[in-house]
Nanobody, 114 residues
Framework: QVQLMESGGGLVQAGGSLRLSCAAS????????MGWYRQAPGKQRELVAH???????NYADSVKGRFTISRDNANKMLYLQMNSLKPEDTAVYYC????????WGQGTQVTVSS
């Protein structure tokens, strides 16, 4: 069973940057298909960035060019570098695979002030 723990969120002004981390523990983790989700108040959880089967990456249009997903498979870590943050990026951010087959962690709150 894989456990996920997100960290790195905080309060930042618009235009600022944050780097989120996701630490995975337990057996069964693979960096393939891992991604970052976010859920803003009153909205559904959305996938904003993820790895494909062959190491490629996909991004939601809303974050393309501003966010960069990366990983350290040996240490079971996933990262999200977020630049040029906007108030609409405010949300709780989670990591999981695109099948959402791991238990959700607590998430990490990102708040972007205008």
């Amino acid at each position: 069973q894989v456990q996920l723990m997100e960290s790195g969120g905080g309060l930042v002004q618009a235009g600022g940057s944050l780097r989120l981390s996701c630490a995975a523990s337990g057996s069964g983790f693979s960096g393939n298909f891992m991604g970052w989700y976010r859920q803003a108040p009153g909205k559904q959880r959305e996938l904003v960035a993820h790895f494909t089967a062959f190491g490629g990456t996909n991004y939601a249009d809303s974050v393309k060019g501003r966010f960069t997903i990366s990983r350290d498979n040996a240490n079971k870590m996933l990262y999200l570098q977020m630049n040029s943050l906007k108030p609409e990026d405010t949300a709780v951010y989670y990591c999981n695979n695109i099948f959402q087959s791991f238990s959700w962690g607590q998430g990490t709150q990102v708040t972007v002030s205008s």
